[in-house]
Nanobody, 123 residues
């Protein structure tokens, strides 16, 4: 059974850091294309970061230099290290897996999603 379990969200002040985790089990491949997306109230789900099977990573321009995605395949878990958080980073953050080779920033490319973890950044 496929399971993606996000954790690590919370309420922080602007400028602080959080690390989100996505523990994934039951995936059909040992290496997977994984991504982090976020959705703020009243807005579309947007790409945040992705890590591909070959360990190449991508991050959105809006978080470049502040957020880092990395994986620990032994656990297996992917992480999103978020530094210098801003109020505009407030959103529900989702982890997702792409079993194919879709476009990394395009939500419909992803086949399975976690339930999300809430991040709130106060001023």
């Amino acid at each position: 059974q496929v399971k993606l379990a996000e954790s690590g969200g919370g309420l922080v002040q602007a400028g602080e850091s959080l690390r989100l985790s996505c523990a994934h089990t039951g995936l059909p491949f040992s290496l997977n294309n994984m991504g982090w997306f976020r959705q703020a109230p009243g807005k579309d789900r947007e790409f945040v970061a992705a890590i591909r099977r070959n360990n190449v990573t991508y991050v959105a321009d809006s978080v470049k230099g502040r957020f880092t995605i990395y994986s620990d395949n032994a656990k297996p878990t992917i992480y999103l290290q978020m530094n210098s958080l801003k109020p505009e980073d407030t959103a529900l953050y989702y982890c997702a897996v792409d079993w194919g080779s879709g476009t990394y920033y395009y939500p419909p490319s992803y086949d399975f999603w976690g339930q999300g973890t809430q991040v709130i950044v106060s001023t």
